[in-house]
């Protein structure tokens, strides 16, 4: 939606075809059917097409075509690629990783099979009741790690409260236009994540941009 906003800024967007190629069944399909509605309608209705069940497995860049599982081939002059994610490879030598390629954890306190090890972030895949796993986001990795550090220091120091990853998370969708979208919920809940999602507006723009100060100020 960023690239269709910056096309019309630079006044080529009617010489501009945008697409939008994904293996999953709908954007965001993990918060739930609703938002994942929510969300391509917010894509289709700036004209980018979106193809479902798209899931690479070839990229040429010198001919400058895709080719995707189910025989579907796309032209591109311009690509903007996801590459495989997977977790490190010093996570996966060290026999940390089950059968989903990541490290499995209890998902309220992230402990893992292996005593005193904990994980957390990208590298976790956390099962939920839908059938897919917690989404990989920087804010679940976040609330996470504050869980493990509290948990960790009690332990040591032999006081405190332990705490537990309630699932809660949120993530803005910047939709272009100086406008951006705000889901916030909790994907725990079942039989269905519990999450929703607010129509794109400045407001939410202006509120990721102060987010991101806060962060890069607090932080670094
Ligand atoms: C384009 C993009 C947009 C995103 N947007 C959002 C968003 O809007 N909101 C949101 O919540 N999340 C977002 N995310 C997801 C978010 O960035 C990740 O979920 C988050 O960074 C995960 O944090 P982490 O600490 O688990 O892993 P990482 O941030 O990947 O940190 C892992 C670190 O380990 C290092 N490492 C790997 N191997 C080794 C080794 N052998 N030795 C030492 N270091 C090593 C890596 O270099 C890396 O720095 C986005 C991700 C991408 C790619």
Not at 151 to 165: D, M
């Amino acid at each position: 939606m960023l690239i269709e906003w910056l096309c019309r800024k630079r006044k080529v967007r009617t010489r501009v075809e945008i697409e939008m190629y994904a293996a999953e069944p709908g954007p965001m399909g993990v918060a739930g059917p609703d938002v994942s509605k929510a969300v391509r309608e917010m894509v289709e209705s700036k004209g980018i097409r979106y193809f479902p069940q798209h899931q690479v497995t070839s990229v040429d860049g010198a001919a400058r075509k895709l080719k995707f599982a189910n025989g579907v081939e796309a032209a591109f002059d311009l690509l903007a690629f996801v590459p495989p994610h997977r977790a490190p490879r010093v996570v996966r030598e060290a026999g940390l990783v089950g059968e989903s390629g990541y490290v499995a954890t209890d998902r309220a306190t992230l402990a893992t099979n292996f005593p005193r090890v904990f994980a957390f972030g990208d590298v976790v895949s956390i099962p939920l009741a839908l059938g897919k796993p917690l989404p990989k986001a920087g804010v679940f990795a976040h609330a996470q790690a504050e869980v493990v550090a509290n948990n960790i220091a009690c332990e040591i120091l032999g006081k405190g409260r332990s705490r537990r990853f309630d699932g809660e998370g949120e993530c803005f969708i910047e939709t272009g236009d100086g406008k951006a979208g705000f889901g916030k919920g909790n994907f725990y809940a079942e039989p269905l994540p519990a999450v929703r999602i607010h129509n794109p507006s400045r407001t939410f723009h202006a509120a990721k941009v102060l987010f991101e100060k806060y962060w890069l100020t607090h932080w670094f």
